[in-house]
C-alpha cells in the first residue's frame, strides 16, 4: 500500500538524522520538505523566531496546540531546560504516531508528552489529567479557527498567568483573523507581530506573539 507523507518524512529522518540528535532532526526534515514534498511544519525561517521566543521566555511548561510530524515539538524541547516539559495535543492519531516516532529519533521524549484528541475536549482537563497549574508558553499551530475559542478556553480554564506567552503560527496563511482581531484590541494582551514566509514558499506568513498581563 502506499506511503503517507508523515511516512516519507520520518523515513527521512531515521535515513538522514543522528539518533538523539534534535537539531540533526530538524534539519532532515526541512531538506526533505524543501528538496522532496512540502509539508505543513512551521519551517526553518518561522522555526528560528520560534526558537529566539523559546529562549527568551525559558519556559517550564510549554503546551502546543498541533503537533503533526513533531517539527515544532522537537525545536522547542531541544532549548528546554532540564526540568521542563511540553504537552502536545494531536487530533490525527497517524500524525500522533509518527511525531511520536520523530521525537523519539531526537532523544527527546522525556521531555514530551503527545496527547490525541481535540483541543475544546482536553484544554478542560489539563490541571486534573497532568496536573499543569498554568502554561508559561502556548504555541498555536492547529485549526485556524480553533486559536481564538482555544484561547479563551485556557483564560477560562485559568490555565495562563501574567506574563504567560502565546505565539500563533500562520496568522497571515492560512490566516487567522478573528484571533489577530482579539488579540490585537484587548487590553488583556500586549502583541507583536514577526513577519515571516510561510514554511518553505515565497508567500508571506507570521508568527504573532502575545503576552497575557492578566
Ligand atoms: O492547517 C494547518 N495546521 C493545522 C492542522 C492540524 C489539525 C489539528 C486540529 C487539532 C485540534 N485539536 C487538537 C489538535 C489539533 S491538530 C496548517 C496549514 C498550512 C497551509 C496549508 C496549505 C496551504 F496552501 C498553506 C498553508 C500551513 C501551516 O503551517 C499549518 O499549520
Ligand atoms: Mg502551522
Known amino acids: 500500500t502506499q506511503s503517507t507523507r508523515p511516512q516519507r518524512l520520518l523515513h527521512a529522518v531515521q535515513k538522514n538524522a543522528t539518533r538523539g540528535d534534535p537539531r540533526s532532526v530538524v534539519k532532515a526534515i526541512d531538506n526533505f520538505c524543501r528538496q522532496k514534498e512540502w509539508a505543513m511544519n512551521v519551517g526553518d525561517e518561522k522555526g528560528c523566531i520560534l526558537d529566539s521566543v ?17 517539527y515544532s ?92 506567552i502565546l505565539l500563533a503560527d500562520n496568522v497571515i496563511c492560512p490566516g487567522t483573523p478573528d484571533y489577530l482581531e482579539y488579540v490585537r484590541n ?17 508567500a508571506e506568513d507570521g508568527l504573532e506573539k502575545s503576552v497575557f498581563l492578566g
Open 54 to 70: 523559546v529562549s527568551e521566555v525559558n519556559p517550564v511548561t510549554v503546551l502546543e496546540l498541533g503537533t503533526y510530524c513533531g
Open 73 to 164: 515539538t522537537v525545536r522547542i524541547a531541544s532549548l528546554l531546560p532540564p526540568r521542563a516539559k511540553i504537552i502536545t495535543l494531536e487530533f490525527n492519531p497517524d500524525y500522533a504516531k509518527i511525531a511520536r516516532q520523530v521525537i523519539a529519533w531526537a532523544g527527546l521524549e522525556d521531555k514530551i508528552q503527545v496527547v490525541e484528541g481535540p483541543s475544546g475536549e482536553w484544554i478542560p482537563k489539563m490541571k486534573e489529567q497532568f496536573g499543569v497549574k498554568t502554561f508559561d508558553l502556548v504555541f498555536l499551530d492547529h485549526w485556524k479557527d480553533r486559536y481564538l475559542p482555544d484561547t479563551k478556553l485556557l483564560e477560562d480554564c485559568g490555565l495562563l498567568r501574567k506574563g504567560s
Open 186 to 202: 484587548s487590553p488583556r494582551y500586549k502583541s507583536q507581530y514577526f513577519k515571516s514566509h510561510l514554511e518553505y514558499t515565497k
